[in-house]
């Protein structure tokens, strides 16, 4: 777990670690709290990866908002700015 994972997730969010991590982190367990942010272990996700295909390949999940963005050198502004709308999950400058 990130130690920014709950500061980045909204108010009333859902963080899900995924397999094993270290064994122990620092969280900000007061801001978690105020904020109710829930915070949920998984471990067994074997079988979850059908069930993930199948949702992405039926189109019954749609992830395109999760997308990314290029952009040139000197668009790096644009690309910042992207950032902070906070709709693609990562922004990528082609140097």
Known sequence: ??????????????IV?????ADRVEIPIIESA????DIRGIFRYVNCYP?????????????SGLSRAHYKLEETLEAFKRTQKA???KVF???
């Not at 105020?34 to 942010?37: A, D, G, I, S």
């Open 51 to 63: 069930t993930a295909i199948e949702l992405l390949s039926s189109g019954k999940l749609d992830l």
């Open 34 to 37: 105020t904020r109710e942010v």
């Open 17 to 21: 670690l995924v397999g094993l991590g």
């Open 87 to 89: 709709d693609v999950i």
């Open 1 to 14: 777990m990130s130690v920014s994972s709950v500061p980045t997730t909204k108010s009333g969010g859902v």
């Open 93 to 95: 400058i082609q140097c």
